[in-house]
């Protein structure tokens, strides 16, 4: 464990004015906290805050951070309080450890909707002090190195995961580039560690055979740049095993030759210099097309600065070289941190990390859900970046796929809301078009558009489906609310009763919704039915309670001895009858009768699969027939199962559709929805069978119904 002298010295070593009190201050303060506590390696507790701290120490941070990492753990795990640190470093550390325990804290759950509360969480506290973050990834890092004492896979698998998922990306998205490398390394070694040792092996069988490869490439390299009067500094590495493997993975391809797994890294003394350095190495070796990119004149959204490109190399195999100036390099590797170290110190929120944080927030206040705002920013997050312009000369950024739709959500909310469409270098493209490096986009805008649910199926930034999402939400809530209040009116005035809105006021606890207009839109998505509300309005309603039928069970009705509302010829007078659940059978389908001993008959369509079931016993079978003039005189259920456009009013015409048929729609369930569809079971009640297939047949003429079939089973 490092003692507390050499952490002050490491400090003391670039940032000499570092408050070395307050960091001696906190060693002992931790120490002391922690006690006799140990980790599940055996070591005691307080060697991980001061590896933290040490971690933070080597990148150079400030005092603060490394207050900060020494401790992080006290409140959570040990009697100290927030106040007592707040009274011994004051309102900045305390505040910075706020941040910090608030995120461990969630980190213990496991499940998809806590981790994308938990990712929340972070996002909002790094956006308050980027530091919360740096510690929180030094945190992660030791807790990384040291993964392999926890003794429960479940848990090292979730841990590594998290890691992969969340961290190494968000390292990534601040310029982090070692300490993404090392998270993704440690995670990739648990979460697919025969993939990891299979490339490490093959990587040791490639060197031994090419002998020192990458020292001779090297070599080659910067003799020729010196040689050009370069001053330089080359150094060439294997890519990481994690990084080959995605790649193999990403390309499909095979693990051949060292080819292309090799990058050399050349580092010289100003701009001008990375311009010259790449002019002598293009007209040296043949260039591989396509590889090129000049991420200095245009950098990454998170500060990154290099050029990069491909050529055939010294020893005939292809390489990748990125040349960049020495400062370029620092910020490279570290990221916002090079901004927080000692000699910057101030906390500025300027720079392009910073800009994607905003946008987060952003995502964050509009997403409907946490699992959804994790959606948004893990895609983004993988995503390789295209460069556009507006006709002013602005840069915007997107993730490669982006579309005109997401460039004009990324110019201004309210140019997205109201794009018609766009001008691609020029020419009026489809807002559907994939974006270019370097394409110059003029969004054309119409007060009278409104995002359309169709854009949703191409666009790829989290900003552009937020705003989506939240408009579709807000009308698709107005159509669910409209179309639960008629079905709900049409359930009171059958039992004679009106709807009144004190009535429904106090029922809304039991459906567990918080408003009359919540509880129309609960029925009209199908969450509850208007019987239901029915019933809970006036439960001495007998008469509804009978007809409260839940979906997909058979429907009973008591059979009596002459009763004329028995349509059915051929049953023996007395006995109960069911129309059977899974095929709804309706006057003028061909039908059969089913005996159940203590039940009475069940009656399904001919054709119906779950005869299947009974073909063994031919004694249950009964010949039944519907009695013409009483069956027509009754209403049926009729169900059918339709998939629908999601797209604004399509729910609206369904319903008018129906009602101007003749139908009465008595339930309806949303099976399943998706970006593009809706799938639903609507009970119809309907004379017979003819009438159910008029019903279906206009609803067919509808463009927006993909598709309508009486539900069977
Ligand atoms: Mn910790």
Redesign the pocket.
Known sequence: MMRQFELVERVKAYDPAADEGSINRAYVFAMKAHGSQRRASGDPYFS??VE?AGILAAMKLDAASIVTGLL??TVEDTLATLEQIEAVFGKDIARLVDGVTKL?RIELQSDQSKQAENFRKLVLAMSEDIRVLLVKLA?RL??MRTLRFIKSQDKRRRIARETMEIYAPLAERIGMHEMKDELEDLAFAELHPDARESIIQRLAFLREQGGDLVGRVTDELGALLTEQGVQVEVSGREKSPYSIWRKMQRKNVAFEQLADIMAFRVVVGSADDCYHALGIIHSRYPVVPGRFKDYLSTPKPNGYRSLHTGVIGPERQRIEVQIRTGEMHEVNELGVAAHWTYKHGTGSTEGPQYRWLRELLDILEHASNPEEFLEHTKLEMFQDQVFCFTPKGDLIALPRGATPVDFAYAVHSEVGDHCVGAKINGRIMPLRTLLQNGDQVDIITSKAQTPSPTWERFVVTGKARARIRRFIRTQQRDQYVEMGRSLVQRAFRAEGHDVQEKQLEATLRGFNVASAEDLMAAVGEGLHTAREVLLAVHPQTVEARDKVVPLRRARTKPAKPGDSGIPIRGLIPGMAVHYAGCCHPLPGDRIVGIVTTGKGVTIHTIDCETLESFAETPERWVDVSWESATAEAANHTGRINVILANEPGSLGNLTTIIGKNQGNISNLKITSRSTDFFEMLIDIEVQDVKHLTNIIAALRTNPAVNSVERARA
């Open positions: 991980h805050p933290v992080h753990d461990s945190d030791h807790n």
